[in-house]
């Protein structure tokens, strides 16, 4: 679990701004849910059956003797708040969250225990627009930030009971093939068997793709609402790659699933992956609600991005400065003022006993562009001395009264 210090903690900033801008485009709007959950929120939710549940929960019992997690991921957290605070009356709800998520998983690059993420959901849409349009905002957003190096894979995991008839023709491959597979997919088989079709040991391979394929157990509805997918992806210039292997970790996902994955983070390359999880809100006690979502990892993103989103090093654009003790209480309220006149400006006043000169010196490190110096005669005449840190220009004292004129040359 890792730190962000100063300067970093403004790139976060900025990053997090501009996706949040980017989804109050599309008409998205935010909730926010508490970090800690029942622990049934997620085990019945997720499945079981995963390695999130099995493996990676952050869990404990509390002084009731209840047990709570630390969430693993959103989307159970989002359907829970949205059927406690009664949101899905509404039709077409579209809901966009961001914080951290907790797995104890093994670290590596672009994966760490304590994560970040953005997750959208939307509740109460059925047809296949609402896929292809979260689709092209993902789009838009590597657009956005200039990543062209991104893949997009696909796929169709039908409805739930599809999946049921599909997970045993599975069975029946992989049972008489059983001393062929890896210690976890045996595991696997046993448990959920589409997630041997996910399995990154390359050993299984060729086992693998000579397994039955999901689209020989759909029905025309699921596969028309998949191929209306492709059409709108196709129309709007989104290449793609339909990976019929692609089955998501999660047990809630039915129907569309999709990632996007980079090549430049090593084994942990996807950035972004979603899907539909129709029968998650029942699950969960809701009236049948048609939902889809996906999340974003925001530390892996910020690797790919780290030359488009600026670290800000400066800590300010203008320090006060007092020149004696007496001054000290005048140049906290010349601070003050200037936040009046300068809303977006960063204002950083001196504060402690030391002298001009060793003041002078904490303005420059600062980083700020002008320093202003209130002294005995400043006070007197009503007036402030304006000291440019960057440029060659000549210091001067103007009166308090223009004093946001006078500033405006340097600092905008």
Same mark, same amino acid.
Request: hydrophobic letters at 40%; glycine letters at 8%; charged letters at 25%.
């Given at each position: 679990?890792?730190?962000?210090?100063?300067?970093?903690?403004?790139?976060?900033?900025?990053?997090?701004?501009?996706?949040?801008?980017?989804?109050?485009?599309?008409?998205?709007?935010?909730?926010?849910?508490?970090?800690?959950?029942?622990?049934?929120?997620?085990? +019945?939710?997720?499945?079981?059956?995963?390695?999130?549940?099995?493996?990676? &929960?952050?869990?404990?019992?509390?002084?009731?003797?209840?047990?709570?997690?630390?969430?693993?991921?959103?989307?159970?957290?989002?359907?829970?708040?949205?059927?406690?605070?009664?949101?899905?009356?509404?039709?077409g709800?579209?809901?966009?969250?961001?914080g951290?998520?907790?797995?104890?998983?093994?670290?590596?690059?672009?994966?760490?225990?304590?994560?970040?993420?953005?997750?959208?959901?939307v509740? =109460?849409?059925a047809?296949?627009?609402?896929?292809?349009?979260?689709?092209? &905002?993902?789009?838009?957003?590597?657009?956005?930030?200039?990543?062209?190096?991104?893949?997009?894979?696909?796929?169709?995991?039908?409805?739930?009971?599809?999946?049921?008839?599909?997970?045993?023709?599975?069975?029946?491959?992989?049972?008489?093939?059983?001393?062929a597979?890896?210690?976890?997919?045996?595991?696997?088989?046993?448990?959920?068997?589409?997630?041997?079709?996910?399995?990154?040991?390359?050993?299984?391979?060729?086992?693998?793709?000579?397994?039955?394929?999901?689209?020989?157990s759909?029905?025309?509805?699921?596969?028309?609402?998949?191929?209306?997918?492709?059409?709108?992806?196709?129309?709007?210039?989104?290449?793609?790659?339909?990976?019929?292997?692609?089955?998501?970790?999660?047990?809630?996902?039915?129907?569309?699933?999709?990632?996007?994955?980079?090549?430049?983070?090593?084994?942990?390359?996807?950035?972004?992956? =979603?899907?539909?999880?129709?029968?998650?809100?029942?699950? &969960?006690?809701?009236?049948?609600?048609?939902?889809?979502?996906?999340?974003?990892?925001?530390?892996?993103?910020?690797?790919?991005?780290?030359?488009?989103?600026?670290?800000?090093?400066?800590?300010?654009?203008?320090?006060?400065i007092?020149?004696?003790?007496?001054?000290?209480?005048?140049?906290?309220?010349?601070?003050?003022?200037?936040?009046?006149?300068?809303?977006?400006?960063?204002?950083?006043?001196?504060?402690g006993?030391?002298?001009?000169?060793?003041?002078?010196?904490?303005?420059?490190?600062?980083?700020?562009?002008?320093?202003?110096?209130?002294?005995?005669?400043?006070?007197?005449e009503?007036?402030?001395?304006?000291?440019?840190?960057?440029?060659?220009?000549?210091?001067? +004292?103007?009166?308090?009264?223009?004093?946001?004129?006078?500033?405006?040359?340097?600092?905008?």
């Amino acid at each position: 679990m890792n730190d962000v210090v100063p300067p970093f903690g403004e790139r976060w900033r900025s990053l997090e701004g501009q996706i949040v801008a980017l989804l109050g485009s599309y008409g998205y709007r935010e909730i926010r849910m508490p970090l800690l959950e029942s622990t049934q929120v997620f085990a +019945r939710s997720i499945g079981d059956t995963t390695d999130i549940v099995q493996k990676e &929960m952050y869990t404990f019992t509390d002084r009731n003797g209840d047990s709570l997690t630390l969430r693993p991921e959103g989307t159970a957290s989002c359907v829970r708040a949205c059927l406690e605070n009664s949101l899905l009356q509404t039709t077409g709800q579209r809901l966009f969250y961001l914080g951290p998520m907790f797995r104890h998983e093994r670290p590596q690059k672009g994966r760490y225990r304590q994560f970040h993420q953005v997750g959208v959901e939307v509740f =109460g849409l059925a047809g296949p627009e609402i896929d292809a349009e979260l689709i092209l &905002m993902t789009a838009r957003l590597w657009k956005l930030f200039g990543l062209r190096d991104l893949r997009l894979e696909i796929n169709t995991l039908g409805t739930l009971a599809e999946r049921a008839a599909y997970r045993a023709c599975l069975v029946d491959y992989f049972t008489p093939r059983r001393d062929a597979l890896d210690e976890e997919s045996q595991t696997r088989l046993d448990r959920n068997p589409l997630r041997i079709l996910d399995s990154k040991n390359p050993a299984l391979a060729p086992l693998i793709a000579g397994a039955p394929r999901l689209t020989d157990s759909l029905g025309p509805e699921s596969t028309a609402h998949f191929a209306q997918i492709c059409v709108v992806l196709e129309a709007a210039n989104i290449e793609y790659t339909v990976n019929p292997h692609l089955v998501r970790g999660l047990d809630y996902y039915s129907q569309t699933v999709f990632e996007w994955i980079t090549t430049e983070l090593g084994a942990q390359g996807t950035v972004c992956a =979603g899907g539909r999880y129709d029968g998650l809100v029942e699950l &969960m006690g809701g009236r049948p609600t048609p939902a889809i979502g996906f999340a974003l990892g925001l530390e892996r993103l910020l690797e790919l991005i780290a030359d488009q989103v600026p670290v800000v090093q400066a800590a300010a654009d203008v320090y006060v400065i007092a020149a004696e003790a007496a001054q000290r209480a005048s140049a906290l309220v010349l601070a003050e003022e200037l936040r009046d006149a300068f809303p977006a400006l960063r204002t950083l006043c001196h504060c402690g006993p030391e002298s001009i000169k060793a003041q002078m010196k904490r303005a420059d490190r600062s980083g700020a562009r002008v320093a202003l110096i209130l002294g005995p005669d400043e006070i007197l005449e009503g007036t402030v001395t304006i000291k440019s840190l960057r440029e060659a220009i000549p210091q001067s +004292r103007v009166a308090r009264s223009a004093m946001a004129t006078a500033l405006s040359a340097f600092v905008t």
